[in-house]
T-cell receptor, first 112, second 114 residues
Framework: DAKTTQPTSMDCAEGRAANLPCNHSTISGNEYVYWYRQIHSQGPQYIIH???NNETNEMASLIITEDRKSSTLILPHATLRDTAVYYC?????????????FGPGTRLSVLP | DAGVIQSPRHEVTEMGQEVTLRCKPI?????LFWYRQTMMRGLELLIY????????DSGMPEDRFSAKMPNASFSTLKIQPSEPRDSAVYFC????????????FGPGTRLTVT
């Protein structure tokens, strides 16, 4: 699986957009980009995933560069409850299910 | 749906004792995963099941760890005998066949072995 690189920590003002970057320069053509987050003392929570096209759901938007070597998770209007560790994971899909490797992630602090 | 249910939420035990962690996946989910999280090692996949059958247990640290899934609505992770280095938060997650990577995690069991 391709390795990902994320900043260790970021701050964001409440109500503003939080843009979390992820580098995955060795990504293969059939690998997807997944984002999870983990709020303190809770289990990880799926946010969004994508292959090539930008994706949006009720939680966030995912912007993937044309060369697919990096992506950005956007929380359009961050709230205090979005304070969490955000994990960017690159993984190929297959029929058997696979191991998710969660790296250290980005610790996002949303400030009032 | 109540989501993935784990019990107990906290477990404190002495070294050498047997520990059993329990998980009830979301109804209709075909896949069940057991993870362990520590500060040092992050989140590690221990084992996962598909339709109650263990598929990959390569993450199980050693023979002291065992997991079972006797039916679609229940799984256990057992540690016997427990050791202080087993102290961690253990998460159970489940997913639907067609969206296997959208895993839904339970609240975790915080295990402390003294």
């Amino acid at each position: 699986d391709a390795k990902t690189t994320q900043p260790t920590s970021m701050d964001c003002a409440e109500g503003r957009a939080a843009n979390l970057p992820c580098n995955h320069s060795t990504i293969s053509g059939n690998e997807y980009v997944y984002w999870y987050r983990q709020i303190h003392s809770q289990g990880p929570q799926y946010i969004i995933h994508g292959l090539k096209n930008n994706e949006t759901n009720e939680m966030a938007s995912l912007i993937i560069t044309e060369d697919r070597k990096s992506s950005t998770l956007i929380l359009p209007h961050a709230t205090l409850r979005d304070t969490a560790v955000y994990y960017c994971i690159v993984r190929v899909e297959d029929n058997y299910g696979q191991n998710f490797v969660f790296g250290p992630g980005t610790r996002l602090s949303v400030l009032p | 749906d109540a989501g993935v249910i784990q019990s107990p939420r906290h477990e404190v035990t002495e070294m050498g004792q047997e520990v059993t962690l329990r998980c009830k996946p979301i109804s209709g989910h075909d896949y069940l995963f057991w993870y362990r999280q520590t500060m040092m090692r992050g989140l590690e996949l221990l084992i996962y099941f598909n339709n109650n059958v263990p598929i990959d247990d390569s993450g199980m640290p050693e023979d002291r760890f065992s997991a079972k899934m006797p039916n679609a609505s229940f799984s256990t992770l057992k540690i016997q005998p427990s050791e202080p280095r087993d102290s961690a938060v253990y998460f159970c997650a489940s997913s639907v066949r067609d969206t296997i990577y959208e895993q839904y995690f339970g609240p975790g069991t915080r295990l402390t072995v003294t």
